[in-house]
């Protein structure tokens, strides 16, 4: 008979596949004929094109980045290595709909930027010509910034952990610093590399605001123009469903690259030697590390300072820290219950080993790379049902309709965030537990220690870090998710997210200097942790 904790993992796991199979049944519904065919007479193809033009820029331009920073703070010795070592993660703290925003403001006509240009030169705008930040090009140009620390940091850390000895032999062998690179460094930390593609072509699919903002015609916001638009709940599903089977290939792609190639580093681990570099080589490096920097972290982060201490929110006050009690509500109760659940499936899969309990771990797994806008749909779908049976039941009962319980508070908003970022929560904790090796718990056991006294005694003490900063990555996480939010918060519950995209989406960028900046400040937490780690592990 199956143990408590085995059911309870069992349920868990059934309830974060719940949203996701009720996108895909979507597929067998009728719906209405018209809205899908006008859509695919119409907008589809755009949609696609768009969103696969996204995904192909973005990987060039982030794999580039990543995987140069990465190889230049591990291999060189220039002047600032050791800041860029940690430095470089500090656009992650950065949403992309915020750099959007800022960057709209500070290069438009009427911006600081073309202002400053046709002062100083006398130009007038016949005179000159000038990019046009909310296109396409320009919505590449915000994920390429702010994602590329995910391939820098995997890229960074495979070539830190692999490649120390086998460069030394490639050296022996005479090849040149180049070759080395192509031939050996670059294979071995192909997987890496990949692995950071991936996460990153899953969150440019997931992003709503930034291509919104710019006007431009993804299947995230194809979801919303039929919801909200169009009024057909069906057609948004299947967009949802189409973006899915996106998201699907592009994992698919990411396991069919590794082939049956398996990648290990041999022998005793060895330090990897930095090449010196003359002084403009050095500098020019430092240039090249400083510019994604600049670019990602230090003017964007700069312009919403300067934003908010010159012009601010003129709604600062009882408002703003209204939406920051909203937010850090929904961000803690998220935190602790992910928490909890990722502890429930943790020790279910450490207690039993089964394979049943894997599964369960990896169906959680996949709710990370299933965009907000999809789980927004799939959410809403089987709660409303559920919530309109039990205001039926409550009325047949008592004669009193309850209204909507869970679609009309937070518990349906906290349930997408779980499905979204459970994973997240999932990883730390296994990762924490890692280093409670089952000696320990047998070691104690013999003493005359019982389970509950092995958990408190053995386990907290060690899990105490990962498990803290686990809920800090979920918290700062669902601070700055926007997609679900805007379609499942409450009526008159807004986020420091939802204020910022509102008053952006009215032009109103300096009064959305405010909720951004806070956003921000909050992202920083996280990557301070992170750095911290980086700098504990040189």
Not at 236 to 264: D, F, H, I, P
Not at 424 to 444: F, I, R, S, Y
Not at 475 to 485: G, H, N, S
């Amino acid at each position: 008979m199956p143990s408590a904790l085995a059911v309870a993992a069992a349920v868990v796991a059934l309830l974060i596949a719940v949203p996701v199979l009720a996108v895909a049944s979507s597929l067998f519904s009728g719906g209405t004929g018209e809205v899908w065919r006008h859509l695919l007479d119409t907008v589809l193809p755009r949609y696609l094109t768009n969103t696969l033009i996204l995904c192909a820029v973005v990987g060039i331009g982030v794999a580039v980045i990543g995987v140069g920073t990465a190889w230049a703070t591990t291999m060189l010795e220039f002047p600032g290595r050791r800041f860029f070592d940690w430095a470089l993660i500090l656009p992650l703290a950065v949403p992309a709909y915020i750099m959007a925003y800022v960057y709209t403001d500070f290069f438009q006509f009427v911006g600081p930027f073309q202002t400053w240009l046709r002062d100083t030169f006398g130009w007038t705008r016949a005179d000159y010509w000038f990019p046009d930040v909310r296109t396409l090009g320009g919505a590449c140009a915000m994920f390429i910034f702010v994602f590329y620390p995910y391939v820098y940091m995997l890229a960074r850390t495979a070539f830190l952990e692999r490649v120390g000895a086998m460069l030394d032999a490639g050296q022996s062998l005479g090849l040149s610093p180049w070759a080395r690179f192509w031939r050996i460094s670059l294979p071995l930390a192909r997987p890496a590399i990949v692995a950071g593609l991936a996460l990153v072509m899953m969150e440019t699919l997931a992003d709503y605001g930034t291509v919104q903002y710019f006007a431009v015609q993804t299947f995230t916001t194809g979801i919303y123009r039929a919801w909200f638009s169009l009024g057909d709940r069906v057609a948004a599903a299947q967009l949802a469903t189409a973006l899915l089977v996106v998201v699907a290939l592009v994992l698919l792609l990411e396991r069919a690259s590794r082939g049956r190639a398996r990648y290990a580093g041999g022998g005793k681990h060895r330090p990897v030697r930095r090449s010196q570099l003359g002084r403009i080589g050095g500098w020019s490096v430092t240039a090249a590390c400083a510019l994604p920097l600049f670019f990602g972290f230090i003017l964007p982060a700069g312009l919403l300072l300067h934003m908010a201490i010159t012009q601010g929110d003129a709604q600062f006050g009882e408002r703003y820290f209204r939406l920051v009690r909203n937010s850090a509500l929904l961000a803690g109760v998220t935190a602790a219950i992910a928490v909890l659940l990722a502890l429930v499936l943790t020790y279910n899969a450490r207690a039993t080993r089964s394979r049943l309990a894997v599964f369960f771990n990896r169906v959680v797994g996949l709710g990370y790379a299933v965009p907000g806008a999809v789980i927004a749909v799939g959410v809403l779908i089987p709660v409303a049902r559920l919530d309109n049976w039990l205001a039926a039941t409550i009325q047949s009962l008592t004669g009193h309709n309850p209204g909507l319980l869970l679609t009309g508070g937070i518990f349906a908003l906290v349930y997408a965030y779980l499905v979204r970022y459970l994973t997240v929560a999932l990883q730390g904790v296994e990762g924490g537990l890692l280093k409670v090796t089952p000696n320990m718990d047998d070691a104690a056991q013999s003493l005359g220690s019982s389970r509950a006294d092995v958990m408190r005694r053995v386990h907290w003490p060690l899990l105490r870090g990962s498990l803290l900063t686990t809920a800090l990555l979920v918290f700062v996480d669902v601070m700055k998710e926007l997609p679900a939010t805007l379609v499942m918060r409450p009526f008159n519950f807004d986020t420091l997210a939802t204020q910022a995209n509102i008053l952006a989406s009215d032009q109103r960028l300096a009064e959305a200097s405010t909720a951004s900046l806070t956003i921000v400040a909050a992202g920083l937490l996280p990557v301070i942790v992170l750095s911290r780690r980086i700098t504990a592990s040189r």
